[in-house]
């Protein structure tokens, strides 16, 4: 889809609180789901991923959350820190190849 | 050693022109993609290549050719250049699993 009319969703969180950031996907079909985060200036970054046969993974205090009902992702974040500012998106790979689509991102901003 | 690495990381031109971006990549991926980040950090893919074979172009102007000398390298040519054009653009790698991105091209067109 195109971005034109889409705005960047923000979230605001106090240092030491807990981080929801969600993700609605479009393909039923696909098979496996990233989570990114990208600092200004610089290139996304794997955080977290979880295949389709799984409703949840969890990381270094990262914990993904997968419902294929609704077409739903989440990230949670426990402790968020100043270093977690960042835009967050989510990334489906269709399961008909090696194609990675984003979601539209959304910036998180921690208060220290 | 940076796993991809992309070349300019700034690009400053003029509509009409034509620009080249480089990208490198040292993971033994077979996979490379060109992706587009407008300025409300919405990220498109452009193109998909596996071994060096084109397997996504996603509705990009023919104006844009890429090009893949090998598997671990993946270069984006634009002709004539428009100020729509203006963008940053990711070069990514992967192997089935995890994208692994550049740090990206900020092309502004003036």
């Known amino acids: 889809g195109e971005s034109v009319g889409l705005h960047l969703p923000t979230l605001s969180v106090q240092e030491g609180d807990n981080s929801i950031i969600n993700c609605a996907y479009s393909n039923s079909a696909s098979d496996y789901f990233i989570w990114y985060k990208q600092e200004s200036g610089k290139g996304p970054q794997f955080i977290i991923d979880?295949?389709?046969?799984?409703d949840k993974r969890q990381g270094q205090r990262v914990t993904v959350l997968l419902n294929k009902t609704v077409k739903h992702l989440s990230l949670q974040i426990a402790a968020t820190q100043p270093g977690d500012s960042a835009v967050y998106f989510c990334?489906?790979?269709?399961?008909?190849?090696?194609?990675?689509?984003f979601g539209t991102g959304t910036s998180l901003t921690v208060i220290p | 050693d940076t796993a991809v690495s992309q070349t300019p990381k700034y690009l400053v031109t003029q509509m009409g022109n034509d620009k080249s971006i480089k990208c490198e990549q040292n993971?033994?991926?077979?996979?490379m993609y060109w992706y587009k980040q407008d300025s409300k950090k919405f990220l498109k893919i452009m193109f998909s290549?596996?071994?060096?074979?084109?397997?996504i172009n996603e509705t990009v102007p023919n104006r844009f050719s890429p090009k893949s000398p090998d598997k671990a390298h993946l270069n984006l040519h634009i002709n004539s250049l428009e100020l729509g054009d203006s963008a940053v653009y990711f070069c990514?790698?992967?192997?089935?699993?995890?994208?692994?991105f550049g740090s990206g091209t900020q092309l502004s067109v003036l």
């Open positions: 990334a489906e790979r269709s399961n008909t190849g090696n194609q990675f689509y």
């Open positions: 290549y596996n071994n060096k074979e084109l397997i």
């Open positions: 990514a790698s992967s192997q089935h699993q995890r994208l692994f």
């Open positions: 993971l033994g991926h077979d996979t």
């Open positions: 979880i295949r389709s046969n799984m």
